[in-house]
T-cell receptor, first 117, second 114 residues
Framework: AQKVTQAQTEISVVEKEDVTLDCVYE???????LFWYKQPPSGELVFLIR??????QNEISGRYSWNFQKSTSSFNFTITASQVVDSAVYFC??????????????FGTGTRLTIIP | DAGVTQSPTHLIKTRGQQVTLRCSPK?????VSWYQQALGQGPQFIFQ???????QRGNFPDRFSGHQFPNYSSELNVNALLLGDSALYLC?????????????FGPGTRLLVL
């Protein structure tokens, strides 16, 4: 069975500090996808990034960067120079392709990030 | 380009009642998935609909049922409501044609069962 662990329940940092959110996953499949979503207080999950298991290149998008390491089954998310608007709950999710088509997402329990002005 | 929409935004019911939640997928998407998110938890997969059929189901009882219409919109029905059904219900849409596609979520329906 697949599993996603986000050990950090809550993190608070002062604005402009860098912060890293950890994600560790478990799966028996060789083909899988990893995602990060942001959930602001409004409740809607906002898609941030998707990576497949064959692409271990790190990715940077503005102040956001992601570090995917298959050797440690981790997919960590770093926000550089944090801003108050980054305050939200962040979820890491895993999807396995069991058969053709879209498969379910398995989410971690989320990390609540608070940026202090 | 309209995103995923859900209705209603909030709902209050009493135990034993039945509820229907609605979802319209993002334009161009044909697959709808439903998730339940209890307070302080991550979303849990309920089921997924594609071509008007339930394609996958999570670990939820038969009290949870759904439907997908020819225009790809979907309904989630919950019968015999329990207090534990109080949660945020999220709908996600995606394209079912080409392997794993990114799921885009709606704003959710907050259900409170008293």
């Amino acid at each position: 069975a697949q599993k996603v662990t986000q050990a950090q329940t809550e993190i608070s940092v002062v604005e402009k500090e860098d912060v890293t959110l950890d994600c560790v996953y478990e799966t028996r499949d060789t083909t899988y996808y990893l995602f990060w979503y942001k959930q602001p207080p409004s409740g809607e999950l906002v898609f941030l990034i998707r990576r497949n298991s064959f692409d271990e290149q790190n990715e940077i998008s503005g102040r956001y960067s992601w570090n995917f390491q298959k050797s440690t089954s981790s997919f960590n998310f770093t926000i550089t120079a944090s801003q108050v608007v980054d305050s939200a709950v962040y979820f890491c999710a895993l999807s396995e392709e069991i058969d053709f088509g879209n498969e379910k997402l398995t989410f971690g329990t989320g990390t609540r990030l608070t940026i202090i002005p | 380009d309209a995103g995923v929409t859900q209705s209603p935004t909030h709902l209050i019911k009493t135990r034993g009642q039945q509820v229907t939640l609605r979802c319209s997928p993002k334009s161009g998407h044909d697959t709808v998935s439903w998730y339940q998110q209890a307070l302080g938890q991550g979303p849990q997969f309920i089921f997924q609909y594609y071509e008007e059929e339930e394609r996958q189901r999570g670990n939820f009882p038969d009290r949870f049922s759904g439907h997908q219409f020819p225009n790809y919109s979907s309904e989630l029905n919950v019968n015999a409501l329990l207090l534990g059904d109080s949660a945020l219900y999220l709908c996600a849409s995606s394209s079912g044609l080409a392997g794993i596609e990114t799921q885009y979520f709606g704003p959710g329906t907050r259900l409170l069962v008293l």
